[in-house]
């Protein structure tokens, strides 16, 4: 079984400011990967960043970084010099096996707006 | 490469009647999986095919139903439309093995169907 929980629903940041949206799962899978997905209002999910259970370091992309602590199981999202076009949905999100293939478990997710 | 073609982008029906989504890999990929967004259960994965079959099914009503052609192209269907149907349907492609899920699954930018 598996479960992600983002806890918070909505969030806010001033543009050029740093957030940290927070995400925390439970999986049975012995190795596995976390991601971050971006919904904008184009409806598309992009991934933004990706984790590997196994790997300690943590992953950045660009202005985007995670800060995963295993033991915890916790993975949450820093974004840093926020910017409008940050503005959207995200979900964490981490593949489950079963019945022979992977599907994504997501969070409810957490609405980011980012105040000019 | 092209990205993850959905259509068409937005559907409205009536209730009884039934619904056919259209979902365009990114070429290679052998992997289609379906989900449906809702504000309320957030994102659920609905089934998914591998190379023709499908390997996986959540926890939908038999009124749900895929299929997936030899080029990967894949369809969903619903049969005899609920008010509760209503909902973003996405559609992820990926290579569907193994350590190649560790880059994540592509979406396309779905299809809003509302039921009326």
């Known amino acids: 079984a598996q479960t992600v929980t983002q806890s918070q629903p909505e969030m806010s940041v001033q543009e050029a400011e740093t957030v940290t949206l927070s995400c925390t799962y439970d999986?049975?899978?012995?190795?596995?990967?976390l991601f971050w997905y971006k919904q904008p209002p184009s409806r598309q999910m992009i991934l933004v960043i990706r984790q590997e259970a196994y790997k300690q370091q943590n992953a950045t992309e660009n202005r985007f970084s995670v800060n995963f602590q295993k033991a915890a199981k916790s993975f949450s999202l820093k974004i840093s010099d926020s910017q409008l076009g940050d503005t959207a949905m995200y979900f964490c999100?981490?593949?489950?096996?079963?019945?022979?293939?992977?599907?994504?478990?997501f969070g409810k997710g957490t609405k980011l707006s980012v105040i000019p | 490469k092209a990205g993850v073609t959905q259509t068409p982008r937005y559907l409205i029906k009536t209730r009884g009647q039934q619904v056919t989504l259209s979902c365009s890999p990114i070429s290679g990929h052998r992997s289609v999986s379906w989900y449906q967004q809702t504000p309320g259960q957030g994102l659920q994965f609905l089934f998914e095919?591998?190379?023709?079959?499908?390997?996986n099914k959540g926890n939908f009503p038999g009124r749900f139903s895929g299929r997936q052609f030899s080029n990967s192209r894949s369809e969903m269907n619903v049969s005899t439309l609920e008010l509760g149907d209503s909902a973003l349907y996405l559609c992820?492609?990926?290579?569907?093995?193994?350590?190649?899920?560790?880059?994540?699954?592509?979406f396309g930018s779905g299809t809003r169907l509302t039921v009326v």
């Open positions: 095919y591998f190379s023709e079959t499908q390997r």
């Open positions: 999100a981490s593949p489950y096996s079963g019945a022979g293939s992977y599907q994504l478990t």
């Open positions: 999986t049975s899978e012995s190795n596995y990967y």
């Open positions: 992820a492609s990926s290579s569907g093995q193994g350590p190649a899920l560790s880059y994540g699954y592509t």
